[in-house]
């Protein structure tokens, strides 16, 4: 079953973020671009208390440094980077997002697993840019946080990531039959996203 997805395209170095209903945002940025999230949630009918889940697709500060600008929201990561994210890992989430508002970017509320179900989507673990990195697919949309993106890239590996466990993750998501891509950064793919998935293996 489809899910009604409304991206919000990041600003400068956020990750993308993705609005799902009008309750659960996946990712949040760096934390440096507040306004503009919170500006582009309110286009939508949303005002950032009305969050009640935050799903972040991996560890890195890029997506969890907004985390703290949504304190009543539950957080939800994989459970192998809830503890670079506990441990306020600065080496493991590749930057200092615990810097803004005493470290509440170390809170986590859900750890997932694979093939757990949330928010309408179900959990792939893929490995390969962080440990705990996931996907979220819904039977036709991919939420692929930083393990893939448009026109064949795939996530740098060398911040906690693995060249091997990122093809495998890659060879996984190739038996999925993906419409539409939302990556962490850059352009979503529309109607076609397996082609972009064989894509991004035939480069590793």
Same mark, same amino acid.
């Given at each position: 079953?489809?899910?009604?997805?409304?991206?919000?395209?990041?600003?400068?170095?956020?990750?993308?973020?993705?609005?799902?209903?009008?309750?659960?945002?996946?990712?949040?940025?760096?934390?440096q671009f507040t306004d503009y999230l919170f500006s582009q949630l309110r286009e939508n009918g949303v005002e @950032?208390?009305?969050?009640?889940?935050? #799903?972040?697709?991996?560890?890195?500060?890029?997506? &969890?440094? +907004?985390?703290?600008? *949504?304190?009543?929201?539950?957080?939800?990561?994989?459970?192998?980077?809830?503890?670079?994210?506990?441990?306020?890992?600065?080496?493991?989430?590749?930057?200092?997002?615990?810097?803004?508002?005493?470290?509440?970017?170390?809170?986590?509320?859900?750890?997932?697993?694979?093939?757990?179900?949330?928010?309408?989507?179900?959990?792939?673990?893929? @490995?390969?840019?962080?440990?705990?990195? #996931?996907?979220?697919?819904?039977?036709?949309?991919? &939420?692929? +946080?930083?393990?893939? *993106?448009?026109?064949?890239?795939?996530?740098?590996?060398?911040?906690?990531?693995?060249?091997?466990?990122?093809?495998?993750?890659?060879?996984?998501?190739?038996?999925?039959?993906?419409?539409?891509?939302?990556?962490?950064?850059?352009?979503?793919?529309?109607?076609?996203?397996?082609?972009?998935?064989?894509?991004?293996?035939?480069?590793?």
């Open positions: 079953m489809s899910s009604e997805i409304i991206p919000i395209l990041g600003y400068f170095n956020d990750s993308n973020y993705y609005l799902i209903g009008k309750k659960t945002l996946v990712d949040t940025g760096t934390g @950032p208390e009305d969050i009640e889940l935050i #799903i972040n697709t991996h560890c890195h500060y890029d997506h &969890i440094g +907004g985390n703290y600008a *949504f304190p009543n929201a539950k957080i939800a990561v994989h459970k192998m980077d809830a503890v670079s994210m506990r441990n306020k890992d600065t080496l493991g989430t590749g930057g200092s997002a615990f810097l803004i508002n005493d470290g509440a970017n170390s809170r986590v509320d859900i750890e997932l697993e694979d093939g757990d179900e949330i928010a309408g989507f179900k959990v792939i673990h893929t @490995p390969g840019h962080t440990s705990g990195g #996931i996907c979220l697919w819904d039977g036709e949309n991919l &939420i692929s +946080g930083d393990t893939i *993106f448009a026109g064949g890239g795939v996530g740098r590996m060398d911040i906690g990531g693995d060249y091997q466990d990122m093809k495998n993750s890659v060879e996984k998501l190739l038996e999925l039959d993906v419409k539409n891509i939302y990556p962490g950064h850059g352009p979503i793919v529309e109607n076609n996203g397996k082609d972009h998935i064989k894509m991004s293996y035939s480069f590793l």
